[in-house]
């Protein structure tokens, strides 16, 4: 397989076309898609028209951008103007959003081609796409298992090879911890580096969009071209892109990295396995590695299971049959609201609007997320004492591998936990990658996590590539 | 902290405008009391004096010039609607037939 930056060279330099590396993608979509459930919507002629384009601006000799005729897959929550946008849910079904995202505006600008939009835990509230409206999502390592999630289809995207690059959105682990299951690197951004403009909120403090791609250097590159502030947005971070692909191979001599305890207690065996190799690694190209203790992220899930849900219930509020997607009719507004939202809303997403609803409400509000809200400020406060002593951390992104279908949809607390290594990074608003790393029980990936502070995306793609190399992998 | 009742459950459902069969009322009331279990160690600290993060960098005042900008075409928007009339949403009544 190549890299996206090398599809892109083909293109420039004529070894291939835009055109063709959409037939690529979509032979590779066609083939397996029955069978894994990947996307909700293939937009064969968008795509076509978008390479012709691209070819056609090579002719003329034009400047194309660093993606010109890469394929990319965009998980279902992200805007295309004219293109059906779901979330993966019956209360958006055959609702077609009249713009785009600023990323898929970034993607167009850099040549690259939107394939069409990836299945996903309904409204990004899952960690394995069995959330979906649409039914779940194969893990295309084991078509037994969950792809992860809540970007699954994206991750899946990518690890079937339908397309090099993926967009997904990360509210709680939701590009890493399906990454890792799929075995391949995701990244959760700095948040407010990546425009949210477009992105159907989910939890608007912690939602954040970022790649998912088979290698390090095409993260790199996917978040240089998606990155920077963008006047839409009022909470993107007011600097320009970081430079990001010439730091890829700068290695990890003379950093500090802790190994954090409470990023790798209860994983499994296997998964433990994997996170001491890779400290091995990491030293053995001049890291010194350090233990690591941060009592206050055993904290995390549960302020996340506060806060999230209770920013969910308010966002969500908009669905109400009135200006887009379903309606259920009902004698008065006010009935058809219910109606429309009951019919509409999966179990998963009722339950959490519930959480938050209650979190909110009268009497409970100072308990529950006025308390969530002040562990946030504590864990903001651990994570900035640990970046004093150290550059980064690493820990695992997830307790166990893939694990099978139905497993743990009976009981939510139990999906929950499969997020518990990821959470602190969001409510940090800080950066943090997963790579692909050894393997674990039958044959299935692993991901290791490396987290750092904001703005350190340079410095933990420099360290993932260390991983990546020792893995023998590009 | 009271343990979630099945009356709250119904409460909340209210609030937020969803109808619960009884058997998903049975059903969320112990999902819901098992998380809100879990989170009674958030519940439970001291917290007294420590300042509460509502946004990780807490940007604030965030304004543009008060100058025309382009928007979404009306049209547009109004195709997209489940109902709509004379440039606007069309919605069920309101008030009742005699207010």
């Known amino acids: 397989m190549r890299s996206a930056s090398e599809i892109a060279r083909d293109v420039r330099e004529g070894a291939s076309s835009a055109q063709r590396e959409v037939e690529i993608a979509l032979g590779a979509i066609r083939e397996r898609n029955d069978e894994l459930n990947v996307f909700l919507y293939v937009d064969e002629s968008g795509a076509r028209a978008a390479a012709q384009r691209v070819d056609d601006a090579i002719a003329r000799g034009d400047e194309v951008g660093p993606l010109a005729g890469v394929p990319v897959a965009l998980k279902d929550n992200l805007c295309q103007r004219g293109i059906p946008t779901t979330c993966a849910s019956r209360i958006l079904e055959g609702w077609r959003p009249p713009y785009s995202a600023t990323?898929?505006?970034?993607?167009?600008?850099?040549?690259?081609?939107?394939?069409?939009?990836?299945?996903?835990?309904?409204?990004?509230?899952?960690?394995?796409?069995?959330?979906?409206?649409?039914?779940?999502?194969?893990?295309?390592?084991?078509?037994?298992?969950?792809?992860?999630?809540?970007?699954?289809?994206?991750?899946?995207?990518?690890?079937?090879?339908?397309?090099?690059?993926?967009?997904?959105?990360?509210?709680?682990?939701?590009?890493?911890?399906?990454?890792?299951?799929?075995?391949?690197?995701?990244?959760?951004?700095?948040?407010?580096?990546?425009?949210?403009?477009?992105?159907?909120?989910?939890?608007?403090?912690?939602?954040?969009?970022?790649?998912?791609?088979?290698?390090?250097?095409?993260?790199?590159?996917?978040?240089?071209?998606?990155?920077?502030?963008?006047?839409?947005?009022?909470?993107?971070?007011?600097?320009?892109?970081?430079?990001?692909?010439?730091?890829?191979?700068?290695?990890?001599?003379?950093?500090?990295?802790?190994?954090?305890?409470?990023?790798?207690?209860?994983?499994?065996?296997?998964?433990?396995?994997?996170?001491?190799?890779?400290?091995?690694?990491?030293?053995?190209?001049?890291?010194?590695?350090?233990?690591?203790?941060?009592?206050?992220?055993?904290?995390?899930?549960?302020?996340?299971?506060?806060?999230?849900?209770?920013?969910?219930?308010?966002?969500l509020a908009r669905f109400d049959g009135v200006r887009y997607g379903l309606r259920v009719d009902g004698d008065d507004v006010a009935a058809m609201n219910e109606a429309t939202r009951t019919a509409g809303f999966g179990a998963e997403v009722k339950r959490r609007i519930m959480l938050g609803t209650y979190a909110l409400s009268a009497g409970y509000y100072d308990a529950y997320y006025g308390q969530a809200l002040k562990v946030r400020t504590q864990m903001i406060e651990a994570f900035r004492r640990a970046y004093r002593e150290v550059d980064l951390l690493v820990g695992a992104t997830t307790p166990t591998v893939a694990f099978p279908f139905g497993s743990k949809t009976a009981n939510p607390?139990?999906?929950?936990?499969?997020?518990?290594?990821?959470?602190?990074?969001?409510?940090?608003?800080?950066?943090?990658?997963?790579?692909?790393?050894?393997?674990?029980?039958?044959?299935?990936?692993?991901g290791v996590q490396l987290l750092g502070p904001g703005r350190s995306e340079a410095t933990l793609l420099a360290a993932g590539r260390v991983l990546e190399l020792a893995e023998g992998r590009s | 902290m009271s343990a979630l009742r099945r009356e709250d459950v119904a409460h909340v459902a209210l609030l937020a405008r969803l109808t619960l069969s009884d058997e998903e009322l049975d059903l969320f009331?112990?999902?819901?009391?098992?998380?809100?279990?879990?989170?009674?160690?958030?519940?439970?600290?001291?917290?007294?004096?420590?300042e509460a993060t509502a946004h990780p960098f807490g940007l604030v005042n965030v304004v543009r010039r008060d100058e025309p900008q382009p928007t979404l075409d009306r049209d547009e928007i109004l195709a997209m609607a489940p109902d709509a009339e004379d440039g606007r949403f069309a919605v069920p009544r309101i008030l009742g037939e005699d207010q």
Request: hydrophobic residues 45%; aromatic residues 4%.
């Open chain 1, 103 to 315: 990323v898929v505006d970034r993607l167009l600008d850099a040549g690259a081609i939107p394939m069409g939009k990836t299945n996903m835990d309904e409204f990004a509230m899952g960690s394995s796409t069995e959330t979906s409206a649409f039914g779940p999502t194969r893990n295309p390592l084991d078509p037994t298992r969950v792809p992860g999630g809540s970007s699954g289809g994206s991750a899946a995207a990518v690890a079937a090879n339908m397309t090099p690059l993926a967009l997904g959105s990360d509210t709680g682990g939701s590009i890493r911890q399906p990454a890792a299951l799929c075995g391949i690197v995701g990244v959760k951004p700095t948040y407010g580096l990546v425009s949210r403009y477009g992105l159907i909120a989910f939890a608007s403090s912690l939602d954040q969009i970022g790649p998912l791609t088979r290698t390090v250097a095409d993260a790199a590159l996917l978040l240089e071209v998606i990155a920077g502030h963008d006047p839409r947005d009022s909470t993107s971070l007011p600097e320009p892109a970081p430079a990001l692909r010439g730091h890829v191979e700068d290695g990890v001599a003379g950093r500090r990295i802790g190994v954090v305890r409470e990023l790798i207690d209860g994983a499994d065996a296997d998964v433990v396995a994997s996170v001491d190799r890779a400290v091995e690694v990491l030293r053995a190209a001049g890291a010194e590695v350090v233990p690591f203790s941060i009592p206050e992220l055993r904290l995390g899930l549960s302020a996340y299971y506060l806060i999230a849900p209770a920013e969910a219930s308010s966002n």
């Open chain 1, 413 to 446: 607390m139990s999906m929950y936990l499969s997020d518990v290594f990821t959470i602190p990074t969001n409510l940090a608003g800080e950066a943090a990658i997963s790579v692909p790393f050894g393997v674990g029980e039958n044959g299935l990936a692993v």
């Open chain 2, 29 to 50: 009331t112990g999902q819901l009391a098992q998380v809100l279990e879990h989170a009674s160690d958030v519940a439970a600290l001291d917290l007294e004096g420590v």
